[in-house]
């Protein structure tokens, strides 16, 4: 009879901080600036420079060990990680590996029955992001960008208590919605501020010692997670069937040939020779300050589902949509501060928003109409000042550019003519061309009218009020 | 007199009062440096029309009345592992022969702000890793009471540059001694103060635990007023210490009357020269006369001192030390196979012996497997010796001592041994391992006219216990001869 496995995964997230500026100096995070532009003698790792804390950092990961039910280390150190690379200034890394900021935490999934896991966070500490190396094939040389060298990084370590990828999916789903609901990250995943390491081993079922474990490198999306997991089970299950043993190592994920390579083994890890820094000083929690960062603690999202649910007449569908990312509930919050109509607003986020962002595959973290737009797009459909086939075109400009329904609708002449006797005239003049359609109405054929109502929407170019333009037509017929 | 025997104190009153001016005391300096520094070598750089740019601004800015403090006006010579925008800044090493910071060390610009003009960059052991000043790639300084000595180290540069009069004052940095030590091989004041109390932005870190900067001084009162200048809170250094009893020239009060001051006799024993301990022995005897309180006491532990300390200085210099890897500035070797192949050629050929022996210790205690044994038990006895000291001041003000066993040994004598040498700083290290402050101040010369140096141990925080101790001892002793008198 063949063995049943069950394999054993624990995950390593790195989430890039949302700080305006660097972990220990003032240099600004944004992206995409030139080369060594965002850079001073501290994050270049000028000799005499030294690392003075960002406490918004140390806020966020606070807050974050909050949200994950972890204990907050009160007298917390930072740690220097020696290890040469140019795209380390200093040679070495600024981390914490003895006394983290936050431990013993976890987070609830629910499971593929409908059942809730919990997962238990080890620790989450801060570090400091690495430069970035550009290899010039063409001249033959190496250069550095420390632009990202110094962006703050919390690490959450979890403990092996995954069995499958949809486990795993769900546990970075959930990590990633606190952390957004928190502002702390966007955590995106293709842009790398969110990486996950996948720490993997391969068990006989009932056995109670864990496997030999890999670490898997290089996952770029759910997908890329997924299928290495799957991969790397498989690769895992494999040698142990065949009498070989799985070698404790690290390896790399290539998504596009759907499979993994080993980059090093724990023989050749280095010696990271970790002790405290003493350029810093230990950070020590004060009641006041927990106090605080706890009070200040958002709305998650179960509450907000159960607010939700009392405060506003919309579906429990359109509840878990909306408040299933954090965008999305600021999108729906923010309207609605504005024009105060939950079912108005939750329509259009869940009926042409999904479909565009389906459609032009945008992420809801990159939409770019704002709260401010769509409350007015809202208030002229109220007003009967565009009619609904119009709304839509409008909305899809503004998914597109955000731009001012009100001035569009204006520039654009998009409203619709509630002028009787210019709308009477046209109806006139549909009549007179569609004598079939006329005579169908008067034997009985009520559908004829909804074909001359698209003609004259048609003549209208749409900007006519269909039910203006249905009741002119009854009265002329 | 000449201008260039002044205090710094001296000059800065005398270029108030217009008798005469920075540029003119700038030139004459750099005149005796260009005369007696072939002999010496106390500077690594001297940049003469920098120096004089300087001078003249300052000056203006004097006449002006923008500047009016008690080191307007004054040239100075800074240590060469303090960064200086502009100005070659080489910690005395190969690696760093070509570095040009972009930035100064704040320490640096508080001089400036007080009105300094700075004469260059002084010689030191290798990124202050020595107590001869013998290790630096840009030859040896000597001793100016006598060529054929070392002038101690690391800050042996600064010590000899105004013990020679090749300045009126310098900045040091001390990490186990490297201030107090050549102060007293040299004749001249020295003073670490407590850990936090001067930042260390800007200060090419060696072991950033131990580390502090204080002043070199010809006497007690230009001391206290360059302290005073020095000190701030700065927000760039984590551990710096917002303080609000800086005015440290108000200690400058010639009376010990009661003050309390003990004696370790752990600081008496074997090792310790009979000359050294007869001269800070009497020093002992005037305060006593002078009306304080003088008592012998067992400091304990004295002896875990060094090797505590090795091991902290090198754990953290190995990891301070590996950004110079040739990637982003100084030295980088000519030819190389690969990125790996030229960090270790770049740090093979760029640092010297002693750096390497450091790095390689550091390294070592720091590893997998020993860091416990090592590093930790280091950790554990620092803090055991300052309670220790923590004890000792329950009872008392000031620690009386001498600050070396010797006086300044001969070249070449020291570094084919380096346990002997390290051996040496038995005096000084707790002192930078408890975060304390001490002053090291001349009381006295032996047979062959070198000089011998008397240590003063403050609690945290209580420099003005000892500016006053030591400017009431300078009372007693009297004026202390000049090292070299005449320039030929």
Redesign the interface.
């Known amino acids: 009879m063949a063995k049943e496995y069950e394999t054993v995964i624990g995950l390593e997230v790195h989430v890039e901080l949302a700080t305006k500026t660097k972990i220990f100096c003032g240099c600004s995070t944004a992206f995409g600036a030139g080369p060594n532009t965002q850079t001073c003698p501290v994050c270049t790792g000028m000799p005499g420079s030294l690392p003075v804390l960002n406490k918004q950092v140390l806020e966020y990961a606070i807050a974050v060990g909050l949200a994950t039910n972890c204990d907050i280390t009160r007298y917390a150190k930072f740690d220097r990680k020696n290890y040469f690379y140019p795209d380390n200034p200093q040679n070495y890394q600024i981390s914490q590996l003895y006394l983290p900021i936050c431990r013993n935490g976890s987070v609830e999934i629910e499971t593929k029955d409908g059942g809730v896991k919990s997962v238990g966070i080890h620790e989450i500490h801060m570090e400091e992001d690495a430069g970035k190396l550009i290899h010039d094939e063409w001249e033959d040389c190496s250069l550095v960008d420390y632009n990202r060298s110094g962006v703050p990084l919390i690490e959450i370590v979890s403990e092996p208590d995954m069995r499958s990828a949809e486990e795993v999916i769900a546990y970075l789903e959930k990590l990633r919605l606190i952390i957004q609901y928190l502002g702390a990250s966007d955590c995106k995943l293709q842009e790398g501020s969110m990486r996950a390491d996948v720490n993997l081993s391969v068990r006989e079922v009932g056995a109670r010692e864990f496997g030999t474990r890999t670490e898997m490198k290089n996952l770029n999306s759910f997908k890329a997670i997924s299928r290495a997991i799957a991969g790397e089970t498989e690769r895992q299950t494999d040698l142990i069937e065949s009498g070989e043993k799985v070698i404790q190592e690290t390896r790399r994920w290539d998504d596009t040939r759907g499979e993994s390579y080993a980059m090093r083994s724990k023989e050749d890890a280095q010696d990271y020779r970790y002790f405290p820094d003493p350029d810093l000083v230990p950070i020590v929690v004060s009641d006041e300050m927990l106090a605080d960062i706890r009070s200040r603690q958002p709305e998650f999202r179960s509450e907000k589902m159960k607010r939700y649910k009392e405060e506003y007449d919309i579906p429990d569908y359109d509840i878990e949509i909306i408040t299933g990312s954090k965008r999305m509930a600021d999108l729906f919050e923010e309207t609605m501060a504005i024009c105060r109509q939950p079912k108005k607003v939750s329509n259009w986020l869940m009926g042409e928003t999904l479909r565009l962002m389906k459609e032009k595959e945008v992420e809801v973290e990159d939409l770019r109409f704002s709260p401010e737009n769509l409350a007015k797009l809202i208030a002229l459909t109220d007003s009967r000042a565009i009619n609904s086939s119009v709304a839509k075109e409008v909305f899809e400009v503004m998914f597109d550019t955000n731009v001012d329904p009100e001035q569009y609708v204006e520039e654009k002449g998009l409203k619709t003519v509630n002028d009787e006797g210019a709308l009477k005239k046209t109806v006139e003049e549909v009549i007179a061309a569609n004598p079939q359609s006329v005579e169908d109405y008067h034997n009985g054929k009520e559908k004829a009218v909804g074909f001359l109502v698209g003609q004259t929407m048609k003549a209208m170019k749409g900007k006519a009020d269909p039910a203006m333009v249905n009741r002119l037509l009854k009265e002329l017929l | 007199m000449s201008i260039t025997d002044m205090t710094a104190v001296e000059l800065a009153a005398a270029i108030r009062a217009g008798t005469t001016t920075s540029v003119e005391a700038a030139e004459a300096m750099l005149d005796r440096i260009e005369k007696l520094d072939k002999t010496y070598n106390c500077y690594v750089t001297v940049d003469r029309e920098k120096t004089l740019a300087q001078a003249k601004e300052v000056q203006s800015k004097i006449e002006a009345g923008e500047l009016d403090g008690p080191l307007a006006g004054v040239p100075v010579a800074i240590k060469d592992n ?2 200086t925008e502009g100005m070659l ?1 080489t ?1 005395s090493s190969k690696i ?1 022969g070509n ?1 040009v ?3 100064t ?1 704040e320490a640096v610009l508080n001089l400036q702000r007080a009105g300094a003009v700075i004469l260059g960059k002084t010689n030191m052991d290798e990124f202050a890793m020595g107590s001869t000043t013998e290790t630096s790639a840009y030859g040896v300084t000597k001793n100016p009471w006598n060529t054929d000595h070392v002038p101690g180290g690391s800050s042996g540069g600064s010590a000899a540059a105004v013990a020679a009069n090749e300045c009126f004052y310098a900045l040091g940095s001390d990490t186990g001694g490297s201030i107090r030590q050549p102060a007293s091989y040299c004749g001249t004041v020295g003073m670490k103060p407590t850990y936090g109390t001067v930042s ?6 060696y ?3 131990l580390d502090q900067i204080g002043p070199l001084t010809r006497d007690v009162t230009d001391c206290a007023a360059v302290l005073e200048a020095i000190a701030s809170y700065d ?5 710096s210490i917002e303080r609000h009893d800086t005015d440290f020239m108000s200690a400058l009060k010639d009376d010990v009357q009661g003050m309390r001051i003990g004696i370790p006799r752990d600081y008496f024993g074997d090792g310790l020269d009979g000359e050294v301990k007869d001269a800070v022995l009497k020093a002992a005897d005037g305060l006593e006369k002078k009306g304080a309180v003088v008592e012998q006491f067992d400091l304990s532990l004295t002896e875990y001192a060094i090797p505590a300390y090795y091991t902290i200085a090198a ?2 210099a ?2 301070n030390l ?4 040739g ?3 100084g030295y980088r070797t000519e030819d190389y196979a690969g ?2 192949n030229m ?1 270790k050629k770049t740090r093979s050929e760029g640092f010297g012996q002693e750096v390497k022996r450091r790095i390689m210790l550091g ?1 070592f205690v ?3 497997g020993y ?1 416990d044994a090592y ?1 930790l038990k280091a950790l554990r006895v620092k803090a055991l010796i300052k309670k220790a000291f923590d004890d000792a001041f329950s009872k008392y003000d000031v620690i009386l001592g001498p600050v070396a066993p010797t006086t300044a040994p001969k070249l070449g004598s020291s570094l084919a041994d380096p346990i002997k040498m390290y051996l040496g700083d038995i005096y000084t290290i707790a002192v930078n391992l408890a975060g304390l402050p001490a002053i090291s101040l001349p009381c006295g010369a032996d047979k062959n006219g070198l000089p011998i140096g008397l240590q003063l141990i403050g609690d945290c925080f209580q420099e003005k216990r000892l500016i006053q101790t030591a400017y009431t001892y300078e009372q007693i002793r009297g004026p202390f001869p000049m090292a070299v008198k005449e320039v030929g």
């Open positions: 303090m960064c800044t910690c760093l570095f910071p972009m930035y060390a260390r932005y800007g200060l090419i870190a072991g950033s635990s927000v760039k250094d984590s551990t754990a953290e190995s990891s590996e950004r110079f890897d990637i982003k500035y990125l790996h960090y390294s720091l590893s997998s860091y590093y």
